[in-house]
């Protein structure tokens, strides 16, 4: 595959897998929402990964992963496709250091949700939000469509 493959297909898809490690050491691994900034989010321009924490209902606000992050920045996101015919099974990961971002990084990461996601057209992420840098790409697909 092709990396303009790998970014159509991280950006088309509905759901990726965060991945962080806390103060403990201990990973700990969330479904997350999420949007392609290929022109990021703030004045460094770096494309990056962004989520935000949203309505949906949660335990705390005081979520694991803001604080794995405050921790440890790096993390990974995997974004995977399933299939019963598994000549179609895909997998892309993204290594990379994550950062809370807030002002117009965080509404621009906000806005990118809201186009992607018809579900917040009435309800709006509005809390922290969370970029992600690549550091490194690493993928795999079962049929070699992505190289």
């Known amino acids: 595959m092709t990396s ?12 990726a897998r965060l991945a962080t490690v806390r103060d403990t050491g201990a990973p700990h691994i969330v479904p997350v929402v999420f949007a392609y900034a290929a022109a990021g ?9 962004v989520t935000a924490v949203d309505h949906k209902p949660k335990r705390t606000h ?12 790096r993390v990974s996101v995997l974004v ?11 997998w892309i990961r993204v290594d990379g250091h994550a950062r809370i971002v807030d002002g117009e990084a ?4 906000r806005d990118l949700l809201c ?17 992600v840098t690549a550091l490194t790409w690493r993928w795999w697909s079962a049929d070699d469509s992505l190289g």
């Open 62 to 73: 005081d979520l694991a992963r803001l604080r794995a992050i405050a921790h440890e920045p």
């Open 106 to 109: 965080a509404e621009t990461a």
């Open 4 to 15: 303009a493959e790998v970014l159509r297909r991280v950006a088309d898809a509905p759901i």
């Open 115 to 131: 186009d992607k996601y018809s579900q917040y057209d009435d309800a709006r992420p509005e809390g922290p939000a969370v970029a």
């Open 41 to 49: 989010v703030d004045e460094s321009a770096d494309p990056a990964i």
């Open 80 to 90: 995977d496709h399933y299939d019963e015919d598994w000549d179609r099974l895909w």
